[in-house]
């Protein structure tokens, strides 16, 4: 089985993250798409974090009607912070007979040769890019990399932090998240 590992803090998940996922499941050689949950990114102040279980919570409600989606808490038991080779090698161990491949964003692939032992991450897995808006180019050592398939995926300009930040000044966000999620976040009174 094939699986592409969508990472994010999905501080909250919200429809663009389900319109990619999707996407990648329906539209590309992926058998399932699973959301991995990261706990902390080396790049992101903890701070602004609901509780990692929280974040599960709303990812598993979010996919709970997809049969080709799926949450994972994988690095909530690794040492933090975490980086992706180190999930990539845990996840191969934990489940041999699956092909794991990344999903990222344009935007993540130009800071990709930052990441630690991107190189290794390259020679063994795939990498799936969905299109975002944005100036800056992409290294040209990945320019027509065959491990490196640009997926022709919808546009989502979305982001978790615009959907905090709306909520928090009273705004009416609930097209922006799938329909259990939203109920959750009303329910527990989060972002407020």
């Given at each position: ?140 050592q990945f320019d027509g990399h065959k491990k490196i398939h640009f997926i022709d995926a919808p546009i ?23 329909q259990h999620v939203w109920k959750y976040l009303d329910e527990m009174n989060f972002y407020r």
């Amino acid at each position: 089985m094939k699986v592409g590992l969508f990472f994010g803090s999905f501080n909250p998940i919200h429809i663009g993250h389900l319109v990619i996922a999707n996407h990648m499941a329906e539209h590309s050689d992926l058998d399932q798409v699973w959301f991995v949950v990261t706990p902390h990114s080396p790049f992101k102040k903890k701070s602004t974090l609901l509780d990692n279980y929280q974040r599960l919570e709303m990812v598993y409600l979010a996919t709970q009607d997809y049969d080709n989606l799926n949450p994972s808490d994988i690095e909530f038991n690794l040492p933090q912070p975490n980086y992706t080779v180190n999930t990539l090698a845990h996840l191969h161990e934990k489940h041999p007979n699956h092909e794991f491949a990344l999903i990222m964003g344009e935007d993540n692939l130009k800071s990709f040769h930052k990441w630690k032992n991107y190189d290794v991450i390259l020679e063994n897995h795939d990498i799936y890019v969905y299109p975002r808006i944005s100036e800056s180019k992409i290294e040209t050592q990945f320019d027509g990399h065959k491990k490196i398939h640009f997926i022709d995926a919808p546009i989502m300009e979305l982001s978790s932090t615009f959907i905090r930040k709306s909520i928090k000044a009273g705004k009416n966000v609930q097209p922006m998240l799938p329909q259990h999620v939203w109920k959750y976040l009303d329910e527990m009174n989060f972002y407020r």
